[in-house]
């Protein structure tokens, strides 16, 4: 059981959009636009080293980093009470960390509660921040 603190703001977005908020959450991937592919609409983002990919063809973990972003910018939750199991789901244990750090930063006027059992998760924030729940340190 973890709660982000104000600490983070640094890395929060300006502004409530989604281009931002997705850059807080990943550096390696950029949104560049939607646009008419055929009868259909294509969102489209950009890898390093300026790789161009269709939302479809993203990793899950990409499609996380979308997902997570654009509830954030669409519904307006920079000052919502958050609640998240298992962050590091579906993330490789180099990214979970900078994940982490990225989603509490989006949420830092708000309150981020998450759970978790991820080693690099836990070491990236201070030690007063962690609940142990159910068993001894």
């Keep these: 059981y973890l709660r ?23 550096p390696r ?17 950009a890898r390093a080293p300026g790789r161009t990919v269709e939302l479809a063809a993203l990793s899950d973990s990409e499609k996380m980093c979308v997902l997570v972003a654009a509830s954030f910018d669409a519904l307006g939750l920079a ?3 958050v ?7 579906g993330l490789h244990p180099e ?3 900078a994940f982490f750090q990225g989603f509490c930063a989006l949420f830092a006027e708000g ?14 924030i201070r030690r007063e921040q962690v609940v142990v729940l159910g068993g001894s340190r």
């Design 79 to 81: 000052r919502s009470l």
């Design 4 to 26: 982000c603190g104000q600490h983070l703001d640094s890395r929060r977005p300006r502004k409530n959009s989604f281009a931002e908020a997705l850059a807080v959450l990943t």
């Design 83 to 89: 609640l998240i199991d298992l962050p590091e789901h």
């Design 95 to 97: 990214d979970q960390a």
């Design 111 to 124: 309150q981020v509660i998450a759970t978790t059992s991820s080693p690099a998760i836990l070491r990236s």
């Design 29 to 45: 991937l950029a949104w560049i636009g939607s646009e008419k592919a055929g009868p259909e609409w294509a969102c489209l983002f």
